[in-house]
């Protein structure tokens, strides 16, 4: 009798190691099989230079507008500042498409060309440049202005925009492009060709402060269809010129610019729900207005608004590699 209940012992302890075996196995008994492993890529912000031009209209409907925008522009250039971003600034007119020298070389009111970090009193220099008047021709061309000063001769000298760098376009008035109108799709090839723009890296966008719609435009004014196309098309927006406060388009010029010219490119694909993001050791939130986001077609990680780090920032991300 003991014996037959020694026996039974046995087995009973060898049936309870099995089935805590195969607990302990995740229901697979391959043992070539492995688990996901976490994946960490650390990384140092960085940005390539940013150009930007601002193509601004200088008719005399222009007048209302004029002192607010000259107030509150040099705002992408102190947001880039801030995020210790190098850039270069220059200045053209809804006239430039004339393609004179008095119409189409960049504005150096201020004594210099392209407005820099660098440049000692900088905000005020490009205010400077940025003050076109309200004499300049009626007849605004916005978009072939901005093709024809940066093709231009006249501002060759200034290679702008520089190899490697990143073009942003910031469109200012109160009028869309006048007759004769070239498809919008024409100045998106243009400004491809000239920057190397691609779907996988973007390398150039355009803003808009004008008349968004049909229901705040005012008399002698037109919705600037045209030109919101173009910025659209190139990943840009569209801000209403008779909203009181300026400054949060200005400031999103800049910001939306660095996310769009700084995405990090992920080693391996990521399961998208186990991605972390920390900047200089602190975890960042995941979202769209000020925070980080992930996007699958590239597989990279950008961020946005506020998010975006100063350049030179510690950036580490965890994630577990997609099965």
């Known amino acids: 009798m003991k014996k037959l209940v020694l026996i039974f012992s046995v087995c009973l302890i060898a049936v309870v190691a099995v089935f805590i075996t195969l607990s302990c196995s995740n229901g697979t ?12 890529e ?21 007048n209302p507008y004029v002192a607010k925008v000259l107030d509150n522009a040099g705002t992408v250039l102190s947001v880039l500042a801030t995020k ?16 004179t020298a008095l ?19 900088y ?20 978009l072939e202005s901005m093709r024809s000063a940066l093709s231009s001769s006249y501002n060759a000298p200034n290679n702008f925009p520089a190899p490697g760098s990143f073009l942003a376009v910031i469109f200012i008035g109160n009028e869309d492009e006048a007759p004769p109108a070239n498809a919008v799709s024409e100045y998106v090839q243009y400004l491809s060709n000239l920057t190397g723009d691609s779907v996988t890296q973007k390398k150039s966008v355009g803003y808009s402060l004008s008349v968004a719609n049909e229901q705040t435009k005012l008399e002698g004014e037109t919705v600037s269809n045209r030109i919101s196309e173009l910025c659209a098309a190139l990943g840009g927006f569209t801000y209403d010129i008779h909203e009181s406060d300026f400054a949060p388009f200005f400031a999103e010029c800049a910001n939306k610019t660095l996310s769009l010219a700084t995405p990090l490119t992920l080693g391996s694909t990521p399961d998208a729900t186990t991605l972390r993001v920390s900047v200089n050791g602190m975890e960042a939130v995941r979202s769209q207005s000020d925070g980080w986001e992930y996007n699958q077609t590239t597989n990279s990680v950008s961020f946005h608004g506020n998010g975006v780090p100063a350049i030179g920032s510690t950036i580490s991300i965890t994630y577990m590699e997609a099965e």
């Not at 940005?47 to 222009?62: E, K, Q, R, T």
């Not at 270069?88 to 006239?95: G, M, N, P, Q």
């Open 103 to 121: 119409t189409t070389e960049y504005s150096k009111k201020s004594g210099e060309t392209l407005i820099t970090r660098q440049s000692a009193g």
């Open 123 to 142: 905000l005020a220099k490009f205010k400077t440049n940025l003050d076109m008047g309200i004499n300049g021709s009626g007849t605004e061309r916005a």
């Open 42 to 62: 650390n990384r140092v912000f960085t940005s390539p230079p940013i150009d930007v031009l601002f193509v601004m209209d200088n008719s005399g409907n222009m």
């Open 84 to 99: 210790s971003c190098d850039f270069r600034c220059a200045v053209t007119s809804t006239e430039a498409y004339k393609n």
């Open 29 to 40: 008994t391959d043992p070539g099989s492995t688990k996901p492993e976490l994946i960490t």
